[in-house]
């Protein structure tokens, strides 16, 4: 049976308003056939976009699962709010359609280890009670699976017998992690966190290279359609072994250490996250890659100063949030002058105006790829590039390229002497010693 000519199977929270899945009524043919009528009506007028890249199965592709606790019956449950409501819907027996089977039978497993120690629900009106939510995460290629609970309080009575319930019920978990998020917001996962059992992560294979997740690591849900779209947007790329890689917003390094091992020479990636960024220092490490730095800073800040270093690099890979880039980074991308701009977007809107921006700095979109990474639901992921207009001549666009940057020595004048790059690193030159530049520098000898 193909993912086309799949029945729907029947959900009892559809009947409750469980907002996980709206399409699930919806015959995945159809919402193939309706997911790139939204992608042309976006992007056509700018450039081609190509047939879409549906899920070989669109059921139960999901990684990661996140069920928040309520008290209800005198007892905790837990499971996904009804849409537009705060108001929780149990997981039912049979699991969610979307999530692996193994995040449901671990998310069952952990409620019935928080009502083993007994500890009360978090009351979001009154800002009592301990329990908030539980995140678990799945390695789709080693298996290990993670379980986070979230809690109002930074102290946990009870958790090493809570650990010892749920690895009872549950034995393939590989890691428990508290964290603390004592404030009265929407947002799931809190700034602090504390390890249980286990070392805290999980690795995952993804285009041949393992990575290392922690509670908060971003890391796209569906693995094998974001094997489909990292590969087109590599394809995109046109790595050929020689080319300097920015990679903006780069999270944990997916998409940039993709690229360092398709070919690139030098893979720069910016992240305001602290500990994205330490995963994906540690994920190059894991991987035996040497060509990747990361710097742990805002991308759009980070790249109008690369920009005016000097940092000139051929390929800038984006792949922001839903509420897409900013004006200021799009103009400073277009600074750098690179041969080609890829962007991957979860929002087709806010890629609509920022391929607009792009325009206005001379650079024009030349395909889309939609990606079907979220059947069942009306989100779509797409991929783009760009490249520099061409010139009433016929040659490419581009910004003047400033001279090579100067070595600074000890015994002359030092202008840059203990001032931050963009790394944030303090340069403090010592005789014929060389300041490293935006771009990379090194050494003189």
Sequence with gaps: MTHLTQTRPACPLQARRCGGCPQLGVPYAQQLAAKPRRAET???????????????????????????????????????????????????????LLQAPILDKTIAAAVAAVRAVRWPVYDEDRGTGLVRHLLVRWGHASGQVMVVLVAASDRLPGSRRFVEELRRAAPWVTTVVHNHNPRRTSAVLGRNVRTLYGPGFITDTLCGLTFKLSPGSFYQVNPAQTERLYAQALAYAGLTGRETVVDAYCGIGTIGLCAAAAGAAQVYGVEQTPAAVQDARANAAHNGIKNARFACADATPWMRRAAAEGLRPDVVLLDPPRAGSTPECIAAVAAMAPRRVVYVSCGPDTLARDVALFARHGYRARAFQPVDLFPQTEHLEVACWFA??????????????????????????????????????????????????????????
Excluded: M
């Design 42 to 96: 976006l992007f056509v007028r700018f450039a081609p976009v190509a047939p879409i890249l549906g899920a070989d199965d669109p059921f139960h592709y999901r990684n990661k699962a996140i069920a928040s606790f309520a008290q209800q019956g005198g007892q905790a449950v837990a499971g996904i709010y009804a849409a537009g409501t705060h108001r929780v819907l149990p997981l039912p027996a049979a699991g969610c």
């Design 388 to 445: 520099p207009e061409k010139t009433a001549r016929g040659a490419l666009w581009r910004t003047k390229r400033p001279p090579p940057a100067r070595k600074f020595c000890a015994r002359r004048p030092k202008p840059l002497a203990r001032s931050r790059n963009i790394y944030g690193r303090i340069h403090r030159p010592t005789p014929c010693c060389a300041i490293p530049t935006a771009a990379g520098g090194t050494p003189c000898s």
